[in-house]
């Protein structure tokens, strides 16, 4: 049976149900329309505004007259199921958390019911604000906010370089650099540094385990950076596409450092190597 996908809009013109106009002209029942909402698929613009769209959960009670009212209704998307991040540290207006292999850092249109914030939300049942990003095929410490104040001040601690994050990665060959070795190469077209900071002696199968930092913040830098070295990280189906991988990434967000914003002390925390598979 083939998946749904609609994507479909409409201006709410009557008193009428908006979620049931909206059900009717895209040949979904109320119950599809609801749980799209809520696994956030819908999305709205406030009449006469020129805004953005945002996204909205309660059809009913976020929508008014003249509004328009979006959805992207992917049905394999939503029938997905979110992992189970862990809760690592919670600092009141921020906490830091596992986000597993495989879970998305934000949403998309199609939905955010499998992102770790949304997923952190519901743990915690504190609004939960993405600071910075991890790989969705990453695992490892992640940083959230749960007020925009938090958010706010934390990305401009993250942007001026004041978090240190330290990731531990295995890829494929033997890494005889001398250390630390400093990957110096654009990335997108944006300046971006990696620092191999260690490398452990390669095992049997010819992998080498590095202890990476990160100066700047590119999509995909470590990996992007290793795999143009001639060293792809062990399970990159991305940037080692011709390989036959038969595991998952191999790179993981191991430890944070940075002064807390608000009271002044140092935090450093340490991923629980209970949580690493390599």
């Known amino acids: 049976m083939q998946s749904k996908k609609i994507e479909e809009q409409i201006e709410v013109t ?13 040949d979904l029942s109320l119950a599809e329309v609801s749980d799209a909402a809520a696994k956030g698929a819908v999305w709205q613009v406030k009449a006469g505004s020129r ?18 009212i979006f ?39 199609w939905s955010d019911h499998t ?24 695992c490892g410490l992640i940083l959230l906010a749960h007020t925009k104040n938090a958010q706010k001040a934390l ?16 890829v494929i060959g033997k890494v ?7 990957i110096d190469a654009l990335v997108d077209g944006k300046k971006a540094r990696t620092v191999v900071q260690k490398a452990d002696r390669p095992n049997e199968e010819n992998y080498t385990t590095l202890t990476v930092s990160i100066e700047t913040g590119r999509k995909h830098q470590i990996r992007s950076h290793l795999a143009a070295a ?3 990280v062990v399970g990159d189906r991305l ?36 949580l690493l598979n390599f």
């Open 71 to 109: 959805i992207n209704y992917h049905q394999e998307v939503l029938e997905q199921k979110a992992l189970a991040p862990q809760l690592v540290s919670d600092q009141g207006n921020y906490s830091i958390w596992y986000k597993p292999s495989g879970m998305l850092s934000q949403g998309t249109r």
């Open 176 to 182: 005889e650099q001398s250390l630390p070795w400093t």
């Open 230 to 232: 001639g060293y792809p």
């Open 14 to 26: 009557s008193l009428w149900s908006p979620a049931a106009q909206l059900a009717d002209a895209c």
């Open 239 to 274: 940037f080692d596409p011709q390989r036959d991988h038969n595991t998952d990434l191999q790179l993981a967000a191991c430890e944070l450092h940075f002064t807390c914003p608000f009271n002044g002390k140092s935090q450093h925390v340490i991923l629980d190597k209970t």
């Open 155 to 170: 990305c401009a601690l993250f942007e001026r370089g004041g978090i240190g994050k330290i990731y531990r990665v295995q």
């Open 51 to 68: 805004s953005k769209p945002r996204r909205i959960r309660d059809i009913e009670q976020a929508v008014s007259l003249g509004d328009v």
């Open 115 to 138: 992102t770790i914030t949304f997923t952190a939300s519901e743990i915690s049942s504190k609004k939960s604000l993405l600071v910075h990003r991890l790989d969705r095929a990453a």
